[in-house]
């Protein structure tokens, strides 16, 4: 059973409900609209965010921030997301081809890419562009451009460093037709960026 004092180190002044719109919304609709690309969407998934947060409100012990706390529960809700486009895509004709492609890519035995399809550098490493915010907001363009499916695989990898057995769980994906994803997301955001950027 949850503690009394448990509860009341979750609930000090800075974790107030009643200014979490204030504080977090922005932060959390940002966060969710990079992973989403669904403005509506993302402004539905932070409101029921707080509603969660609300509903479990009792269950925060404050083992970490308030933010960090509303962030999981965000990501537990595009994760849901995610699982219904993933579920959505693996009826579609284009994902029996994205495995058969499989081979197209990779040396079966040797369990790597094939030299001819080997990720190649972008061409746009240096890190004072990396950081502009310029070029921020081209990559936010260009990872909208991604096919849903896409680009819940991309930010599960590299926005949110989930290990590769847990994004084919959880969009139930295999892990062949995971690299295939991979693979053409990062053509495709290759080339928006050389076209976009450079």
Partial sequence: MQSQNSTNIGLDNSAAPRLWVTRHADYLYKYALTRINDQEQARDLVQETFLAGLERLQKFEGKSTERTWLTAILKNKIIDVYRKKASA??????????????????????????????????????????????????????????????????????????????????????????????????????????????
């Fill in 89 to 198: 895509f693996v009826k579609e004709p284009g994902a029996t081809i994205a495995e058969q492609e499989t081979d197209d890519f990779f040396e079966p035995d040797a369990h790597n890419w094939k030299p001819n399809h080997r990720p190649a550098e972008f061409g746009i490493e240096q890190t004072d562009q990396l950081e502009s915010k310029e070029f921020e907001l081209i990559l936010q363009k260009c990872l909208r451009k991604l096919p849903s499916l896409w680009l819940s695989v991309f930010t599960m990898k590299h926005l949110d460093d989930e290990p590769t057995d847990t994004i084919c769980n959880d969009l139930r994906i295999s892990p062949s037709n995971f690299w295939v994803i991979i693979h053409r997301a990062k053509l495709s955001l290759r080339e928006c960026l050389q076209k976009n950027w450079i």
